[in-house]
C-alpha cells in the first residue's frame, strides 16, 4: 500500500522525537574515526516545506518543530540548519538529510524508498553525491543487501504502519537482518494509538537485545496517535545518554 504520504506529517511531534534521537545516536556513532553504514528502509523524500498545502492541512509541525528552537550546537539544530540553509525558513529535514548532514566521507548512505514520486524527489535531493538511493521494498533490499560494508552499521526502519500487521512484519524483518547482520543496530520508531497495536511490535522484538524510548506527546490530538515510541536492538555504548539529550530537547512536545 501506498496511500501513505509523509508530507502531511513533517515536522510533527513524533517526527522530531524520531530525528532527535536519530541524530544523537548518530552523532556518538560516529566519534569513532571507523567507517559506518547507514541503512533507511523506508526513507521518505528527504526535504519538506512545512508552508505546503500537505503540512499546512494537519497542522501537525504546530505541535511539533514549531514549539522548539533547536540549538545550533545539538546534532539535530545542526540538519534543521542545513536543511534550512538549503531549502529557506520553511524547510525540514526528513531522516535521510538528519543524518547526511552528520554522516563522514569514511560512511555510507544506503536509502530506499518504493512511492515513485518520493523516491524521484529523494533522487533530487541527494542523488549526486554518492548515496545509494534504490527504489524496492524496503524490507527486501535491506535483507538483500545485509551485511552492508562498512560492516558497523545503524538502520532506521519507519514505516507507515498502514495495515494492522505492519507492526509483526516489522519486528519479522528486524529478527532476520540482525540474524544477518549481527552488528547492526536498529533504530524503529512506531506510533502509540489508543488500540495499542504496538504491542505486536514489542512482542516480536523480545527476544532481541532492545531498548524503548515512548513518550505520550504534551499536547494530546483531539483523535490518533497519542504518542512517539522507538525501539534501539542492539543499542550502541553511549544510546542510554543520548535518549536522555533526546528527551531535554523534545521537553516542549513530549510529555515526561
Ligand atoms: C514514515 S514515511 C518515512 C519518513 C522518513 N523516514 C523521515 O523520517 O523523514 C514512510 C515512507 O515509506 C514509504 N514506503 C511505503 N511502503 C514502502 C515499502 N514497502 N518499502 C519502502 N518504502 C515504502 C512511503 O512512501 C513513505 O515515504
Redesign the pocket.
Known sequence: ??S???AY??GGPA?VH??IVLAELLARLTEKPRGLSYV???????LYDLAAPEAAKTGEAAAGIARLAPDAGTPFGRALAAARAAGGASAYP???LVAKALLRPQDRLTL????PA?HAALKATLATDGTAIHR????EGALALAPFAPRRGLV?V???YEVKSDYAAAAAFVRRLVARWPEATVLVWYPLLPAARHHALRAGLAPLAVAFDEAPFAVPPARGMTGSGLALVNAPHGSAAAFAAARRQTAGILAP
Open positions: 500500500m501506498l501513505y504520504q509523509h506529517h513533517a517526527d524520531k530525528h533507511e528502509t523506508h526513507a521518505g523524500r528527504g526528513g531522516s535521510p530506499m524508498e518504493l512511492h518520493e524496492r521494498d524496503g524490507f532506521l519507519d514505516p507507515s
